[in-house]
T-cell receptor
């Protein structure tokens, strides 16, 4: 079974500062990993995905994440926070291969940007 | 390209009633997934349909059911509504043939049970 742990339900950073949102996963087989963002009253928007290609993945809006197998981590970073980054972020895992399409989500991290 | 569309945006029901939520996937996507986002419970997988068949089901009672139509759109039905069914219900779609592809989500239907 797959599981995801997001450390820190709330993270606050100053505008222009580094954003670091933590995600650790558990999977019995090589996983596919995703980060999604949810703005108020909206659905989930895909930020980036890891599907066993490059371990450093670049996404939209300046975000990137690095897959570290030894640490079972997939932390999300952005060098310089912008006010528009304020939202809730979800890390998700899915077992690679066919026949098991369910996404398992972490509990989410609410990011607040301080002006 | 149109994204995943869900209707209605909001739905208000009372206990014991039945609710029907609808989802249209991205054109060309054959798989549709339903998730529940309830306060304090996070995002939970409900159902997965592909090519008209139910492929997987989450840990939800049988009063949660659905179907997928020949045009790949989908309905989620919730019978005998209970207060704890109040949540945002999200639909997602993807290309099942390519397991590298992510799921793309709609904006959800907010179901409120009075």
């Amino acid at each position: 079974a797959q599981s995801v742990t997001q450390l820190g339900s709330h993270v606050s950073v100053s505008e222009g500062a580094l954003v670091l949102l933590r995600c650790n996963y558990s999977s019995s087989v090589p996983p596919y990993l995703f980060w999604y963002v949810q703005y108020p009253n909206q659905g989930l928007q895909l930020l980036l995905k890891y599907t066993s290609a490059a371990t450093l993945v670049k996404g939209i809006n300046g975000f990137e994440a690095e897959f570290k197998k030894s640490e079972t981590s997939f932390h999300l970073t952005k060098p310089s926070a912008h006010m528009s980054d304020a939202a809730e972020y979800f890390c998700a895992v899915r077992r690679g291969g066919f026949g098991n399409e369910k996404l398992t989500f972490g509990t989410g991290t609410r990011l607040t940007i301080i002006p | 390209e149109a994204g995943v569309t869900q209707s209605p945006t909001h739905l208000i029901k009372t206990r014991g009633q039945q609710a029907t939520l609808r989802c249209s996937p991205i054109s060309g996507h054959t798989s549709v997934y339903w998730y529940q986002q309830a306060l304090g419970l996070g995002l939970q997988f409900l159902l997965w349909y592909d090519e008209g068949e139910e492929r997987n089901r989450g840990n939800f009672p049988p009063r949660f059911s659905g179907r997928q139509f020949p045009n790949y759109s989908s309905e989620l039905n919730v019978n005998a509504l209970e207060l704890e069914d109040s949540a945002l219900y999200l639909c997602a779609s993807s290309l099942w043939e390519d397991s590298n592809q992510p799921q793309h989500f709609g904006d959800g239907t907010r179901l409120s049970i009075l």
